[in-house]
């Protein structure tokens, strides 16, 4: 059955960075597209970013184009989240998901000082 | 970006019931909508995808029903698991946006 489980969720301080990894199993990975989305208890689920299946096309959110990377190696079965310039307002859960059918259980970044 | 007002915030309802979330869409989005449950501390989990196709093993008391700007979840004959958070999703332009969220409590 597809799994997605995400890690490197913890405690960070303002301006510092954080590298979200999300491995996959059950699928064949490098056919399907990923995203990332956070969700917040005061701004809700919000979409981050998607990659195409070989990694060569990427979409972002306006609120974090230009600090967050999403990236892919589809030898290793994950997906990366690299969050540069962390503020408070991006704490969150942050879910990997594959088409918006099947999610990771979810990890939870705080940005705190 | 595409905005999803979904309707209502929250309800209260009893074991049994018929129960219908809208979300209506700021542009017309063909049947690119999702409907998702989720519990808490759980992820969301796709009911509905193309706006009224049953996800796999999502019991058929949920349906799904709507196109262009306009769509309903409904759930006929409310059961004690189906207490909880319902979100609706557009995905037929980047970005993808959900909606608010409707909370479903006895």
């Known amino acids: 059955q597809v799994q997605l489980v995400e890690s490197g969720g913890g405690v960070v301080q303002p301006g510092r960075s954080l590298r979200l990894s999300c491995v996959a199993s059950?699928?064949?990975?490098?056919?399907?597209?990923l995203n990332w989305i956070r969700q917040t208890p005061g701004r809700g689920l919000e979409w981050l970013a998607a990659?195409?299946?070989?990694?060569?096309?990427?979409n972002y959110a306006d609120s974090v184009k230009g600090r967050f990377t999403i990236s892919r190696d589809n030898s290793k079965n994950t997906l990366y989240f690299q969050m540069d310039r962390l503020t408070v307002d991006d704490t969150a859960v942050y879910f990997c998901?594959?088409?918006?059918?099947?999610w990771g259980q979810g990890t939870l970044v705080i940005v705190s000082s | 970006d595409i905005q999803m007002t979904q309707a209502p915030s929250s309800l209260s309802a009893s074991v049994g019931d018929r129960v219908t979330i809208t979300c209506r869409s700021s542009?017309?989005?063909?049947?690119?909508l999702a409907w998702f449950q989720q519990k808490p501390g759980k992820a969301p989990q796709r009911l509905i995808y193309?706006?009224?196709n049953l996800q796999a093993g999502a019991p058929s008391r949920f349906s799904g029903s709507g196109s262009g700007t306009e769509f309903t979840l409904t759930i006929t004959g409310l059961q004690p698991e189906d207490f909880a958070t319902y979100f609706c999703?557009?995905?037929?332009?980047?970005?993808?946006?959900f909606g608010g969220g409707t909370t479903v409590d006895i």
């Open positions: 193309t706006a009224s």
């Open positions: 998901a594959r088409d918006f059918g099947f």
């Open positions: 990659i195409s299946v070989d990694g060569t096309a990427t």
């Open positions: 059950g699928y064949t990975f490098n056919r399907y597209a």
């Open positions: 542009l017309p989005i063909g049947n690119a």
């Open positions: 999703l557009q995905h037929s332009r980047y970005p993808p946006t």
